[in-house]
């Protein structure tokens, strides 16, 4: 199994609704992402974990909560949110925290805040 | 700091045309990694190649080919005898010890 899986696919949510993304692998990858990407934009690194631990928080507002329950999976809980959060949130898992083997991502969940 | 440069914003070509995809970076790290990745229309992003700093060797892989560049800090990227199924961003990225930086991406569309 060479993917990462992200589920929703797609989600619509009001600002006071509560919301989780969720993401798996099983490629025994130990370092798990999370990215943002608006519309003609690269993805912006959000979260790094490691080892199931937080490594990284690219100072992402606290209406962004991630969990890595255990190494094959990652969840981006989501709350209060506003509509510039609207945008694909990208999945991705490396072998290691650095990504010099390369990084797999999924397919995004593609994020509608109304 | 890291940045990486993906000067052409959109390119057209005619199928089978040849295109080459460029990408300057810049870095103080003295090892780096440098990646290509294709976003089609569905959006995820599908890893193309890694290249490692101490590596300047090009790389065929089918239509695909690479030219690093460390002396002008470039990775290009071409395809040959481009297909309908090359249109997509194409992003150029760099990793060194800190994070990965991405380029603005280069929108390829191929037209048969």
């Not at chain 1, 990858?29 to 990215?35: L, S, V």
């Not at chain 1, 974990?49 to 928080?57: A, D, P, Q």
């Not at chain 2, 290249?51 to 560049?69: C, K, P, V």
């Amino acid at each position: 199994d060479t993917e990462v899986t992200q589920t929703p696919k797609h989600l619509v949510m009001g600002m006071t609704n509560k919301k989780s993304l969720k993401c798996e692998q099983h490629m025994g990858h130990r370092a798990m992402y999370w990215y943002k990407q608006k519309a003609k934009k690269p993805p912006e690194l959000m979260f790094v974990y490691s080892y199931e631990k937080l490594s990284i928080n690219e100072s992402v507002p606290s209406r962004f909560s991630p969990e890595c329950p255990n190494s094959s999976l990652l969840n981006l809980h989501l709350h209060a949110l506003q509509p510039e959060d609207s945008a694909l949130y990208l999945c991705a898992s490396s072998q290691a925290r650095q990504g010099f083997y390369g990084y797999t991502f999924g397919s995004g969940t593609r994020l509608t805040v109304v | 700091a890291q940045k990486v440069t993906q000067a052409q914003t959109e390119i057209s070509v005619v199928e089978k045309e040849d295109v080459t995809l460029d990408c300057v970076y810049e870095t103080r790290d003295t090892t780096y990694y440098l990646f290509w990745y294709k976003q089609p229309p569905s959006g995820e992003l599908v890893f193309l190649i890694r290249r490692n700093s101490f590596d300047e060797q090009n790389e065929i892989s089918g239509r695909y080919s690479w030219n690093f560049q460390k002396s002008t800090s470039s990775f290009n990227f071409t395809i040959t005898a481009s297909q309908v199924v090359d249109s997509a961003v194409y992003f150029c990225a760099l990793e060194g010890y800190q994070k990965v930086t991405f380029g603005t991406g280069t929108k390829l569309q191929v037209i048969p």
